[in-house]
Nanobody, 125 residues
Framework: VQLQASGGGLVQDGGSLRLSCAVSGGGFSLHVMGWFRQSPGKEREFVAGISRRAFTTWYADSVKGRFTISRDNAVNTVYLQMNSLKPEDTAVYYC???????????????????WGQGTQVTVSS
């Protein structure tokens, strides 16, 4: 399974970006998907997650009401719509896939089996 994240860039405070993560290698609809981020000197942190058929989503408190995770199982892609961006959202954003048939803790990075390469998001003040 391979994950390819895209859509990052430079945006001003209050702006929006939409990240995409294309998944190849099969089984996309069987994976819980998540987005994480990491900024310099900090640990990787959970941003958002989505269940296999998109019935359930999870968000970090810091992004609730601003970010929306979604998925399209027909094209094997998960998205992260980011609105009202703040400078503290600046980080490398990673998508991840959990192949387990059991729902564990979607906010736990160790739960995920596959990771994309990351895409840089920079929010200027």
């Amino acid at each position: 399974v391979q994950l390819q994240a895209s859509g990052g860039g430079l945006v001003q405070d209050g702006g929006s970006l939409r990240l995409s993560c294309a998944v190849s290698g099969g089984g996309f609809s069987l994976h819980v998907m998540g987005w994480f981020r990491q900024s310099p000197g900090k640990e990787r942190e959970f941003v958002a997650g989505i269940s296999r058929r998109a019935f359930t989503t999870w968000y970090a408190d810091s992004v609730k009401g601003r970010f929306t995770i979604s998925r399209d199982n027909a094209v094997n892609t998960v998205y992260l719509q980011m609105n009202s961006l703040k400078p503290e959202d600046t980080a490398v954003y990673y998508c991840a896939a959990d192949r387990s048939p059991f729902l564990g803790n979607p906010d736990n990075a160790s739960q995920y089996d596959y990771w994309g390469q990351g895409t840089q998001v920079t929010v200027s003040s």
